[in-house]
């Protein structure tokens, strides 16, 4: 049973972002057929921002940075950066030198990368065997992406990392067991996966359960229904929106009007 929730998850992720492509491909045919990016934002009701990013190339709708990482500035001198602190060479002689080559950063991004590059090094020595350095931020994305969909780490790793770290194994479990209860609008495991959360004893995580029990009514309504206030909560939002570029200039009659006018485009956008 778990295992299908599990999976009913993942069609819903893979169908939203299904969703944004086909929005993706609507705002392109609409620009090539020569409507400017107001008139898109009329006959979609997608937003202008929106719109700007998908008339991007290559624009990633997940999200731009998942599975890329950038260089940083010192990585190009590593070998050399190393060198000179080996030789005692101080961090403002070095910086001096890598100024000449290009790097703009300050002495102290340089004795950060040299820290870092010891711990690495000294992590290494205390393993006496070959390592493998998985981006933290690669783990991150386990969070809310199936491990098949996440680039930059294989399932042997996972199990790897896992197996060394076996408290993020409990989270991640703990995690999908909260995703499946949501799915599930049965709210009567809610208890019980608490006292579980409870029971691995991170102060984050018993910081978030105290917050459930404290509202403990709440979220289980929200299980059991799929009732919510978005819409009211989006509607408030957008009127405080209006109001604050106003930059309280105006007066009432002229924040009623500009709200009046932001359903009128909404309407003229559905039709």
């Known amino acids: 049973m778990i295992d299908a929730q599990t999976n009913c998850l993942i069609d819903m992720l893979e169908s939203r972002d299904t969703e944004v492509e086909d929005k993706i491909q609507k705002v392109k045919q609409l620009h090539d057929q020569g409507c400017g990016k107001l008139d898109i934002y009329k006959l979609t009701g997608i937003s202008i921002t929106s719109i700007n990013n998908y008339l991007i190339e ?3 709708p997940v999200h731009g940075q998942y599975g890329t990482s950038r260089p940083g500035p010192l990585i190009p001198f590593k070998d050399e950066i190393l060198t000179l602190r080996a ?20 002495v102290a991004a340089l004795r950060v990368f040299v820290s870092k590059e010891k711990r690495i090094a000294k992590d290494l020595l205390e393993h006496q065997e070959p390592s493998e350095l998985i981006d933290k931020r690669v783990i991150y994305q386990l969070l809310y992406k199936p491990i098949e969909k996440i680039k930059g780490i294989s399932k042997n790793q996972l199990d790897e990392v896992l197996k060394k770290y076996p408290v993020l194994s409990e989270l991640l479990k703990l995690l999908s067991d909260f995703k499946t209860l949501l799915l599930s609008r049965q709210s009567a495991g809610l208890s019980l996966w608490v006292e579980k959360a409870r029971a691995l004893e991170l102060k984050e995580i018993t910081s978030f359960v105290t917050g459930i029990q404290g509202d ?44 009046l006018q932001l359903e009128a485009l909404k309407k003229i956008s559905v039709n």
């Open 87 to 106: 030789e005692a060479v101080t961090y403002k002689k070095i910086t001096e030198g890598l100024r000449s080559k290009g790097y703009r950063g300050s």
């Open 216 to 259: 403990y009514d709440s979220v289980k309504n929200a299980i059991d229904y799929s009732y919510n206030n978005g819409l009211a909560e989006g509607s408030v939002n957008k009127i405080k929106t209006i109001k604050r570029v106003m930059y309280g200039r105006n007066h009432f009659d002229m924040l009623k009007s500009k709200v």
């Open 58 to 60: 290559g624009y990633n």
